[in-house]
């Protein structure tokens, strides 16, 4: 179950990041323009190569490479970053699964009232991942989310 509730946040963080600039709804003939962005430091360029890798849009599908412009952009404070980022700590995908690290970044987040990023942890707390388990601060997460509005936290939290 833990697997299929990360998956979920996975994807809708990721849909969350793309909401700025789809990968599917990028014009490729301009790479050049958003390397030269994503170079200068410029937070949501760097997002949107990272979804162009993660989805394999413009260039080959590379997750690590997914990883590395994420970390760019949530390095910058980019939010949803951060939450792509994080669950791909979580998962090990495009780099070493590593919890701590995961709930470093979606802790970040989580801060800011990202709420994809309140259920990854009350996922994380749930199950001892990364932290002590946790069950009440997990409840206490998923109680926050739900009530931003976060139809997902709320099932969560139901099946929880």
């Known amino acids: 179950m833990m697997k299929m509730m990360i998956?979920?946040?996975?994807a809708a963080a990721s849909f969350l990041l793309s909401a700025e600039v789809p990968a599917s709804d990028f014009d490729c003939s301009g790479m050049q323009q958003l390397w030269h962005k994503a170079e200068q430091g410029d937070a949501v360029a760097e997002g949107v190569l990272g979804n162009l890798y993660f989805d394999g849009e413009c260039v080959r599908q590379d997750y690590s490479n997914?990883?590395?412009?994420?970390r760019n952009a949530a390095e910058h404070g980019q939010?949803?970053?951060q939450v792509v980022l994080g669950i791909m700590y979580a998962k090990g995908q495009g780099v070493?699964?590593?919890?701590?690290?995961?709930?470093?970044?979606?802790?970040?987040?989580a801060d800011q009232g990202n709420t994809s990023?309140?259920?990854?942890l009350a996922i994380m707390y749930?199950?001892?991942?990364?932290?002590a388990k946790d069950t009440?601060?997990?409840?206490?997460l998923l109680r926050e989310a739900c009530r931003s509005g976060d139809?997902?936290?709320?099932?969560?939290?139901r099946q929880y």
């Open 7 to 10: 998956t979920a946040v996975m």
């Open 66 to 70: 997914a990883a590395r412009w994420y």
């Open 79 to 81: 939010v949803n970053a």
């Open 96 to 109: 070493t699964r590593n919890y701590t690290e995961a709930a470093r970044w979606l802790q970040k987040a």
């Open 117 to 120: 990023a309140m259920e990854a």
């Open 126 to 131: 749930a199950n001892g991942l990364g932290f």
């Open 136 to 140: 009440g601060r997990a409840d206490e």
């Open 151 to 157: 139809n997902g936290a709320c099932a969560s939290l």
